[in-house]
């Protein structure tokens, strides 16, 4: 079935999509690259690829800057190669393209990972739109989860609403904190601990680690889940109650130092049941669905915008937002106007 | 003809548009709530205090967790408003509700202002989508604008690519560092130094401020501006040589001591002489054709999701995501049906 011929793309690309069905890593590589600048067939290609999609594991990883994310992410994939499981590690920069040199000097220290060819190594920096960083990971995603491979490690670089939307691609999501950063609160103002399915206490051999830890368990305890989640969503009190005893998952924070595997190989463990337990509850199918609408509307909103470049003559475009700013007419109007031209009448 | 009666809706929400317009500071809130609720009606009325805005200079404050600002926000509005300009201050909190908590303790901080009936304060958090709280906080800024605060202080919370565009809704941004916050490129890595049109060393009174003052002058120089802004976007070398001697804004690295007020009057003659600049440069006019451009297409996405949603049954858009899930579908032929149900043929 993977040496089916594939339509609407060239020769040349469908060969390379026999070539990621067949698991090779310089065609993965290729693809990506094609994605990344977003050209038209790679789109209709990775359309192709999805039939073959769905198996792998996403793992997203998260935190603020200086918890330690990609040691963290190499131990992690150490574990889990013994395990005999190939791996993509895709780290996503939702920082801008003049800085990406910082991103890069982080992925030197993966570097123990790369001659093994059941890894994958991606970095996705942004080029100026979070949109257009969300879609290409995404599509990312889709390739390598059809090239075979069975978890896709998905760390981002920092910890604001960015990261979580793109966390929120992710089966399960790791959050990590260090102890001593000066400030603990910070993981609560950045909003990430309601995405947490595990809590990652790294660099814990250094002092305060374990009032991190305990910080943590408190807030998890006072927190509207009581330490436990339901389909990715939070449910009103009654409901939860009623839940809870059924499929709840206990949201562990576990203790690691990184630099020396300390505690990795039971962070690999729980990474594993966590996902046997969104199968076995039925949560599995609801996260692909929540996935699937986010995914689909990105690409609405995508094809709306390129419709209208080609029904609107970029003249006209500029002639009315320059009246915007005029405030010659006002934005909502604009809109409905740019609308009429291209949706029909009710 | 501020009092001119409004076509579209209601008389008590008619009677509240004159309150704004008059610039009274209840009034402003009632319908605060109204855009944040996202109601019809809400919308209308912002529309039609849009003709009596673009007078408002909106300055832009981000930086990451700790840098202080929320005491520099405090000091920067009590010398304006010592200079007579009447301030609105946002400030966005990109975090989650669940975790909004922490924000609002940083705002008492600012009760220092809060006799002042010249300046008004509101805090905006997210509810759980990033588009929505840029569309909420774009509304509000109008809804500032056409109350005649003359200038708008926009704080946001975080350092990632979310605040930044969140900040691009500013004519002048500031992004405050502070010394020894631990690592020196924390800044770069969130990628917001390229926004920046003033950099603030804040604390500059702590250990380590030459040294975090160095660094940003340094990094001005080495990167691809040479220091300065052009309209807003990267110029490609040849002609960023040409228009440099013409209009070019010399980014300054400014040191203050917010909660002593130290350094923030000269902070204050920047932001005022940034806008003169904008103004005298014609920028200004290219920065709200910006903020237009991106206005508009923001309202695009909500009105064709919100037009799909009318379009297509509840039933049928679940069938379709399903088997989106279930990989029955790709998503892209997903979207191109839905879009199909809207959009005329071309």
Same mark, same amino acid.
């Given at each position: 079935m993977r040496s089916a011929p594939l339509f609407g793309v060239s020769s040349g690309v469908n060969e390379l999509l026999q070539k990621v069905l067949a698991g090779q890593p310089r065609a993965v590589a290729r693809l990506l690259t094609l994605v990344e600048n977003s050209e038209v067939e790679a789109q209709t290609a990775v359309s192709h690829l999805y039939p073959h999609t769905g198996n792998a594991h996403i793992i997203g990883i998260t935190g603020p800057p200086g918890a330690g994310k990609s040691s963290l992410v190499t131990a992690l994939a150490k574990t889990l190669r013994r395990q005999g499981f190939r791996l993509g590690i895709i780290a996503v920069d939702p920082s801008s393209p003049f800085t990406g040199g910082a991103l890069l000097g982080d992925r030197v220290r993966m570097r123990d990972l790369a001659? *093994?060819?059941g890894v994958f190594i991606r970095s996705m920096a942004s080029r100026g739109s979070l949109g257009g960083l969300a879609r290409a990971t995404s599509a990312a995603i889709q390739v390598l989860d059809a090239a075979g491979y069975d978890k896709i490690l998905l760390e981002t670089v920092g910890a604001g609403q960015a990261e979580v939307d793109v966390a929120s691609a992710a089966h399960t999501t790791l959050v990590i904190e260090a102890p001593?950063?000066?400030? *603990?609160v910070q993981s609560i103002k950045a909003g990430i601990?309601?995405?947490?399915d595990i809590l990652v206490v790294n660099?814990?051999?250094?002092?305060g680690a374990d009032h991190t830890v305990k910080s943590l368990e408190m807030m998890l305890h006072l927190g509207p889940l009581g330490g436990t989640r339901h389909h990715g969503r939070v449910l009103a009190a009654p409901q939860m109650v009623a839940e809870k005893a059924k499929d709840a998952w206990q949201i562990p924070v576990l203790r690691t130092v990184a630099i020396t595997e300390g505690g990795i190989e039971l962070l690999a463990e729980r990474v594993v049941a966590h996902r046997a337990h969104l199968l076995a509850t039925g949560q599995w199918l609801a996260r692909e669905r929540a996935r699937s609408e986010r995914e689909v509307e990105r690409l609405l909103q995508d094809r709306l915008l390129a419709r209208l470049q080609t029904a609107v003559l970029p003249t006209e475009r500029e002639v009315l937002l320059t009246a915007v700013a005029q405030r010659q007419i006002d934005p909502y109007t604009a809109a409905d106007q740019l609308m009429a031209l291209v949706l029909k009448k009710r």
């Open positions: 001659g *093994d060819r001593g950063m000066g400030d *603990d601990l309601e995405i947490a660099k814990a051999d250094k002092p």
